[in-house]
């Protein structure tokens, strides 16, 4: 069944940690989008890929960095986690119709101590 | 200032009452407007997709509404039932956004028994 899956669900890691979050798809969409959410408030997108080796920064500033080596796989690493990372990080990925049909994955919770 | 604002921030209601969530935008022009529904600590799920061009579309108990004029959408949700409980956000994709959505801060819906 076609999805996209995030790993871990949920992430506790102290300060000056490196993390890299994990977001694979299996519907071969080349538009892949991490978005990142505090409770309550709005998604906003922080890196998106248009396909392979192609990767650009989001509306929202953000110290991750991303990769697209291979299309079904687009992950999020922070290189020193601090608490102001603390959020909940959202990946998706869309087909590039007209309709731009959107699938998200369930997301990670990061909170860094 | 977002340009999606959405309406009220968050409202309980008994099971099996009706109700109607409201999405103001100032986004042009724009492709398509989407309601998601979003379960604490998932990501989110599309209930509808409208063109500007569309009215209204159902999906079960779901029923948005939109007025491309007035830059207006609303969701009613019939016969409400306690899985309805989540928040409901209001996305718009610009027509020159490559694929890029606003979203909405959601009103948060706790039906109660």
């Known amino acids: ?113 | 200032k977002n340009q999606v604002e959405q309406s009220p921030q968050s409202l309980i209601i008994l099971e099996g009452k009706n109700c109607t969530l409201q999405c103001n935008y100032t986004v042009s022009p724009f492709s398509n407007l989407r309601w998601y529904k979003q379960d604490t600590g998932r990501g989110p799920v599309s209930l509808t997709i409208m063109t500007f061009s569309e009215n209204t579309k159902s999906n079960g108990r779901y029923t948005a509404t939109l007025d491309a004029d007035t830059k207006q959408s609303s969701l009613h949700i019939t016969a409400s039932q306690l899985s309805d409980s989540a928040s409901y956000i209001c996305v718009v994709l610009a027509t020159d956004s490559w694929g890029k959505l606003q979203f909405g801060a959601g009103t948060q819906v706790v039906v109660t028994p």
């Open chain 1, 1 to 113: 069944e076609a999805d996209i899956y995030q790993t871990p669900r949920y992430l506790v890691i102290g300060t000056g940690k490196k993390i890299t979050l994990e977001c694979s798809q299996t519907m071969g969409h080349d538009k892949m989008y991490w978005y990142q959410q505090d409770p309550g408030m709005e998604l906003h997108l922080i890196h998106y890929s248009y396909g392979v080796n192609s990767t650009e920064k989001g509306d929202l500033s953000s110290e991750s960095t991303v990769s697209r080596i291979r299309t079904e796989h687009f992950p999020l690493t922070l290189e020193s986690a601090r608490p102001s990372h603390t959020s909940q990080y959202l990946c998706a990925s869309s087909d590039g119709g007209l309709n731009y049909g959107y699938t998200f994955g369930s997301g990670t919770r990061l909170t860094v101590v």
